[in-house]
T-cell receptor, first 114, second 114 residues
Framework: DAGVTQSPTHLIKTRGQHVTLRCSPISGHKSVSWYQQVLGQGPQFIFQYYEKEERGRGNFPDRFSARQFPNYSSELNVNALLLGDSALYLC?????????????FGPGTRLTVT | AQSVAQPEDQVNVAEGNPLTVKCTYSVSGNPYLFWYVQYPNRGLQFLLKYITGDNLVKGSYGFEAEFNKSQTSFHLKKPSALVSDSALYFCAVRDRSSASKIIFGSGTRLSIRP
């Protein structure tokens, strides 16, 4: 079975630009979460979606937005990119919405903002 | 507010020796606790979780963790380390009694020498 997939693998953008990152969850998983992992730190929670509804949001500015599609795939959008947005962006899926479910992570998208 | 601490940035162990990676947490209610492992250029992989019940939790690859409520700890252990266990380990906590977000620790790099 395919795991969580993310695209693109790497991305280089310029300050002020916009970026869209994509994630496909494990088949049958209806919950998708997004994380930002800065080098040397643990992942920080950005969003969780379940059944196309936003279920949770971390402490990130409104420049960050996301959505989930009917096939449960998801997009993370970041507007007006800053140098500090450079990070590994991880997508994770789980089979349910409960907080007790473990998450399965994709390989991530490495975003570099210059 | 909830928090999680991994007090050791790096743990070095000889192959065949037991290993412990420490994690302490702070939540206002009862926690869900998780351990994840990250190999170079990969996403996080789930190792084990504590939800309720037996304080000793067994997980993947021979790892186990003990939930200690009085010491608010959830240390990861393995009786005999392998070189292939070398990776970055993250502890994560979620307060089950509130609509809280999952918090990851800063990570501990485990290095197993042959």
């Amino acid at each position: 079975d395919a795991g969580v997939t993310q695209s693109p693998t790497h991305l280089i953008k310029t300050r002020g630009q916009h970026v869209t990152l994509r994630c496909s969850p494990i088949s049958g998983h209806k919950s998708v979460s997004w994380y930002q992992q800065v080098l040397g730190q643990g992942p920080q929670f950005i969003f969780q979606y379940y059944e196309k509804e936003e279920r949770g949001r971390g402490n990130f500015p409104d420049r960050f937005s996301a959505r989930q599609f009917p096939n449960y795939s998801s997009e993370l959008n970041v507007n007006a990119l800053l140098l500090g947005d450079s990070a590994l962006y991880l997508c994770a899926s789980s089979s349910g919405a409960s907080d007790s479910y473990e998450q399965y992570f994709g390989p991530g998208t490495r975003l570099t903002v210059t | 507010a909830q928090s999680v601490a991994q007090p050791e940035d790096q743990v070095n162990v000889a192959e065949g020796n037991p290993l412990t990676v420490k994690c302490t947490y702070s939540v206002s209610g009862n926690p869900y606790l998780f351990w994840y492992v990250q190999y170079p250029n990969r996403g996080l992989q789930f190792l084990l979780k504590y939800i309720t019940g037996d304080n000793l939790v067994k997980g993947s690859y021979g790892f186990e963790a003990e939930f200690n409520k009085s010491q608010t700890s959830f240390h990861l252990k393995k009786p005999s380390a392998l070189v292939s266990d070398s990776a970055l380990y993250f502890c994560a906590v979620r307060d089950r009694s509130s609509a809280s977000k999952i918090i990851f620790g800063s990570g501990t790099r485990l290095s197993i020498r042959p």
